[in-house]
């Protein structure tokens, strides 16, 4: 099974910009779908981003479409995030998450469709 590794959080000014990242091990990403999920102070884990096992396609909540990119690299067994134009809603810890599929190439939005979690890393955006 896959581990990851969530890093690249840390304080941002409002409308700057910011990149966390995940790293796999434990079997190929290649096999796995992403996401980005996250979770704010008393609320609720919420989807962020999605994409699928080649990084063909891609999904975004409509809170961070236009500023938020996914993107990965199944070479290297990575997965980025990288978020501009932030402000304090997007104040929150970062979780990413991954489920494995042997033939499907789709988008999961869910957070009940994916089974394997990293830790987290907090991202702070100070108005």
């Known amino acids: 099974q896959v581990q990851l590794v969530e890093s690249g959080g840390g304080l941002a000014q409002a409308g700057g910009s910011l990149s966390v990242s995940c790293a796999a091990s434990?079997?190929?990403?290649?096999?796995?779908?992403m996401g980005w999920f996250r979770q704010a102070s008393g609320k609720e884990r919420e989807f962020v981003a999605g994409?699928?096992?080649?990084?063909?396609?891609?999904s975004y909540a409509a809170s961070v479409k236009g500023r938020f990119t996914i993107s990965r690299d199944n070479a290297k067994n990575t997965v980025h995030l990288q978020m501009t134009g932030l402000n304090s809603d997007d104040t929150a810890v970062y979780y990413c998450?991954?489920?494995?599929?042997?033939?499907?190439?789709?988008?999961?939005?869910?957070?009940?469709?994916?089974?394997?979690w990293g830790q987290g890393t907090q991202v702070t955006v100070s108005s």
């Open positions: 434990g079997d190929p990403l290649s096999s796995y779908a």
């Open positions: 994409i699928n096992r080649s990084g063909g396609s891609t």
């Open positions: 998450a991954a489920r494995r599929l042997d033939v499907s190439y789709s988008v999961y939005v869910r957070e009940g469709s994916y089974r394997y």
